[in-house]
């Protein structure tokens, strides 16, 4: 009797893992406790896979072999917990196509940055003229592309949601950008056990393999001293030179990989801001291991369009410009695109406050926010945090009304920053929802 597959959500990586699952001969069964969106739903048809929307069936899902769940569902939801009694293993998309194929992989990971890093090292081996797949969370499924199969390489960008189902899996080149407190609601509120969670990256490798990370974060740093790591470790910083892969020097960017090479100057890079250094050194150096051209590498970084909803410019209206930073969900993230401003700003910022501290934004908000516009149907947090550190405290319910807002609010030269340091799903299906309703009541100003 074939073993049986149970995946549970039907989005992008559920739906892959069932086509996946199917082509490797398994029995699968798809269910979702939703509605399985039209495309999805066609795929599956298309596949001759069986599935349920609107239930879990417990009866039949109870009897699988192995259980494929996805990101969203949370460890602790009762239908797992019930598997987990049962012995029946649940693991992620991630870990079940990483059974299935032998190209490398590239995994990133980080409580910022991680999107715009694994896209710029896609561009970079796509550019080199390699067959390379782009996964993970940017939104496409892994297991679909290993199901596609002719790929040499595959740049995965992970969440700490994937990463928590992850057991076997090995990353050749681990990717680990920063670590700062985020989604705590999903880790009992303890920050180790999400740092435990971001260093499941470097799980199972070995000396063969490597581990890119940035040198300057204290909890990087601590984690790393806390035990032997087996893997080559490829550290870069903007602060310091000694013994790191990447460095910057007098504006130069050097990469000190097997030789020395000054890549470029920083001034050239396509992505600006200070963060954005640290994105452009980890995917230089992960070039470097991949034996990328230099030439490739620099072109890479300077011709680089970056990522929608992460510091997306999108029209000047009368002198004052609009930034959609959707996909800034925690505080972290805000730091960056605040900083890297060099203009007044009119901030938007809200949603669900997934245990946001916000007081390490109060001596940039001071220094560059003219006004607070809170977008999101409970905003007393952000009031409370903000309303003594601005002289404009502003609420909102509609992004139509918070554009509107901003727009009053801001002087000729400002920029109007939605960059919301929380998550959506109060008043947005996810964060690309409210980013693209950011753009167009934008343009209908």
């Not at 490798?205 to 470790?233: C, H, N, R, V």
């Not at 990989?257 to 000054?262: G, I, L, S, V």
């Not at 050239?268 to 490739?296: C, F, P, Q």
């Not at 554009?403 to 008043?427: E, I, Q």
Request: charge should be neutral; aromatic fraction near 8%; charged fraction near 25%.
């Amino acid at each position: 009797m074939k073993e049986k597959i149970v995946i549970l959500g039907a989005g992008e990586s559920g739906t892959g893992s069932a086509i996946l699952a199917k082509k490797q001969g398994f029995g699968v069964f798809v269910s979702d406790m939703g509605q399985i969106k039209p495309k999805y739903k066609e795929i599956l048809e298309k596949a001759k896979i069986r599935f349920e929307e609107g239930n879990h069936n417990e009866d039949e899902i109870l009897i699988a072999s192995e259980v494929i769940k996805s990101p969203g569902i949370h460890e602790n939801a009762p239908l797992v917990m019930k598997l987990r009694e049962k012995n029946i293993p649940v693991i992620s998309e991630i870990e079940f196509a990483g059974r299935y194929t032998n190209a490398v992989k590239i995994c990133i990971t980080g409580s910022n940055g991680k999107t715009t890093t694994t896209n710029l090292i896609w561009h970079m081996l796509n550019k080199a003229g390699k067959k390379v797949a782009l996964t993970g969370n940017v939104g496409n499924s892994f297991a679909m592309a290993v199901a596609e199969g002719g790929y040499d390489y595959y740049v995965i960008e992970l969440s700490s949601f994937q990463l928590d189902g992850m057991f076997k899996f090995k990353a050749d080149i681990a990717i680990l950008l920063n670590i700062t407190p985020d989604h705590l609601d999903r880790y009992d509120h303890k920050l180790q056990n999400y740092v435990d969670s971001k260093f499941r990256v470097t799980q199972n490798q070995t000396k063969s393999d490597y581990l890119i990370y940035w040198a300057d974060d204290p909890i990087i740093i601590t984690e790393l001293s806390k035990k032997e790591f087996g893997m080559t470790l490829l550290p870069f910083s903007v602060d310091n030179k000694e013994n790191m892969t990447a460095y910057v020097e007098n504006d130069e960017l050097i990469i000190d990989y097997q030789h020395k090479t000054n890549l470029m100057t920083i001034h050239d890079l396509a992505l600006k801001g200070r963060h954005n250094i640290y994105n452009s050194m980890a995917a230089a150096i992960a070039g470097k291991v991949l034996n990328i051209r230099k030439d490739v590498i620099r072109e890479s970084l300077a011709d680089f369009q970056g990522v929608e909803h992460r510091l997306e410019p999108v029209i000047t209206v009368c002198g004052i410009n609009f930034i959609n930073d959707s996909k800034a969900t925690n505080v972290n993230s805000v730091w960056y695109a605040l900083e890297c401003m060099e203009t007044d700003i009119v901030w938007i910022a809200g949603g669900i406050d997934k245990g946001n501290d916000y007081s390490e934004l109060f001596q940039l908000v001071k220094k560059k926010v003219r006004a607070v516009v809170c977008l999101g149907k409970d905003n007393k947090k952000l009031i409370e945090a903000f309303r003594d550190k601005v002289h404009t405290v502003v609420e909102t319910a509609s992004m139509e009304e918070a554009v509107r807002t901003s727009y009053y609010l801001a002087a000729k030269g400002d920029t109007v920053l939605l960059s919301p340091a929380c998550a959506s799903f109060d008043l947005f299906t996810n964060y690309e929802d409210r980013g693209r309703q950011f753009k167009n009541a934008v343009r209908n100003l």
